[in-house]
């Protein structure tokens, strides 16, 4: 099966990003919950709130890696290893832009804790990624590797 069957178009991965980039900055913006988020996150260790982190922008950074991965034309000689590169890099780049964001807001405050959750949830997202393009690619037959190069 081709890969590209699959593949949604290029606006579809776009909005995707654009969606995930936007419910961050609405997130990091509005006035922190008062209460219901658990003090202690998964396994007991680190609170609630670096898991949602780590969470949100690995969503974002795979949404970004999705979306910028290429399919044809210049850009698809590039390895799936510098567009998880590049995805991660963006990805925590957002973060450290948001929490710059957040340094003047009356209820939120700059956090090198959250900037470190952002970054770890990116990573884990692009290797991930890139071991799932790197799964897909190993798994296609030698005649549909052929076509996707040409």
Not at 85 to 110: D, K, M, N
Request: charged share 10%; hydrophobic share 50%.
């Amino acid at each position: 099966m081709k890969t590209s069957a699959v593949r949604p178009p290029t606006w579809l991965r776009w909005l995707a990003v654009a969606v995930a980039a936007g419910g961050i900055f609405f997130a990091s913006v509005l006035d922190p919950p008062s209460s219901g988020v658990p003090p202690v996150g998964p396994l007991g260790l680190l609170g609630f709130d670096k898991w949602l982190h780590a969470l949100a922008y690995a969503g974002l950074a795979g949404a970004l890696a999705t979306a910028l991965a290429p399919s044809h034309g210049p850009a698809a000689s590039r390895s799936p290893a510098v567009t998880a590169a590049l995805a991660g890099l963006l990805a925590v780049g957002y973060g450290v832009g948001i929490e710059f964001v957040q340094a003047p807001l009356p209820e939120r405050s700059f956090s090198v804790l959250d900037m470190a959750a952002n970054a770890t949830g990116a990573v884990v997202a692009v290797l991930g990624w890139r071991l799932l393009v790197g799964f897909v690619a190993g798994s296609r037959s030698p005649s549909e590797s052929s076509e996707v190069e040409s």
